[in-house]
């Protein structure tokens, strides 16, 4: 069975950081480009970054370049999305999703003083 | 960087057909796109229909169909069900970049 379990979320203040993670189990994890989409609540989706299937590639969304960092880990088969210097429009849910379309659960970062 | 658009909200009749499409700011929507469609219920999580244009997923109900359809990238249900009233969204690729339609709430009435 497919899994991708996201952890990381939590409260912090503007400026900060926080790293979020993705475990992905079920499937081969080599063989798929890895997304970050997020949602704020009440409000559409938003692709974020995703990286290609050996990691020699990274595209980000504009709003967050310079500041958002995603790599992976074939050998914990976990895809990272190191968040840095975070807004108050960063505040959403974050998931991780697979390239052939299976979803985290999500975490929540919000960021607030 | 590319706009997707896709309607705003769209009405379907229970049983029958309606077709929710996906448009690119760059020009037609191709299979290099590799157009996607998303399900998301109210204060669900969203649930992916179709892959790659036209691919569904084990749970996806046979009442949906992806295609490529007068330059688009397009949904079509036939067959709606109360149970299909839902926001949908499409995500296309632009060379490695993302990018989401806004969404169409469909409602089944």
Not at chain 1, 5 to 14: A, E, F, H, N, T
């Given at each position: 069975?497919?899994?991708?379990?996201?952890?990381?979320?939590?409260?912090?203040?503007?400026?900060?950081?926080?790293?979020?993670?993705?475990?992905?189990?079920?499937?081969?994890?080599?063989?798929?480009?890895?997304?970050?989409?997020?949602?704020?609540?009440?409000?559409?989706?938003?692709w974020?970054?995703?990286?290609?299937?050996?990691?020699?590639?990274?595209?980000?969304?504009?709003?967050?370049?310079?500041?958002?960092?995603?790599?992976?880990?074939?050998?914990?088969?976990?895809?990272?999305?190191?968040?840095?210097?975070?807004?108050?429009?960063?505040?959403?849910?974050?998931?991780?999703?697979?390239?052939?379309?299976?979803?985290?659960?999500?975490?929540?970062?919000?960021?607030?003083? | 960087?590319a706009v997707v658009?896709?309607?705003?909200?769209?009405?379907?009749?229970?049983?029958?057909?309606?077709?929710?499409?996906c448009g690119s700011?760059t020009?037609?929507v191709t299979?290099g796109h590799f157009p996607y469609?998303?399900?998301?219920?109210?204060?669900?999580?969203?649930?992916?229909?179709?892959?790659?244009?036209?691919?569904?997923?084990?749970?996806?109900?046979?009442?949906?169909?992806?295609?490529?359809?007068?330059?688009k990238a397009?949904?079509?249900?036939?067959?709606?069900?109360?149970?299909?009233?839902?926001?949908?969204?499409c995500l296309l690729y632009y060379?490695?970049l993302g990018v989401f339609g806004?969404?169409?709430?469909?409602?089944?009435?």
């Amino acid at each position: 069975e497919v899994q991708l379990v996201d952890s990381g979320g939590g409260l912090v203040q503007p400026g900060g950081s926080l790293r979020l993670s993705c475990a992905a189990s079920g499937f081969i994890f080599t063989n798929y480009w890895m997304n970050w989409v997020r949602q704020t609540p009440g409000k559409g989706l938003e692709w974020v970054a995703n990286i290609r299937e050996d990691g020699s590639a990274k595209y980000y969304v504009d709003s967050v370049k310079g500041r958002f960092t995603i790599s992976r880990d074939s050998a914990k088969n976990s895809v990272y999305l190191q968040m840095n210097s975070l807004r108050v429009e960063d505040t959403s849910v974050y998931y991780c999703v697979n390239s052939r379309g299976y979803w985290g659960q999500g975490t929540l970062v919000t960021v607030s003083s | 960087q590319a706009v997707v658009t896709q309607e705003p909200s769209l009405t379907v009749s229970p049983g029958g057909t309606v077709t929710l499409t996906c448009g690119s700011s760059t020009g037609a929507v191709t299979s290099g796109h590799f157009p996607y469609w998303f399900q998301q219920k109210s204060g669900q999580a969203p649930r992916t229909l179709i892959y790659d244009t036209s691919n569904r997923h084990s749970w996806t109900p046979a009442r949906f169909s992806g295609s490529l359809l007068g330059g688009k990238a397009a949904l079509t249900l036939s067959g709606a069900q109360p149970e299909d009233e839902a926001e949908y969204y499409c995500l296309l690729y632009y060379s490695g970049l993302g990018v989401f339609g806004g969404g169409t709430k469909l409602t089944v009435l």
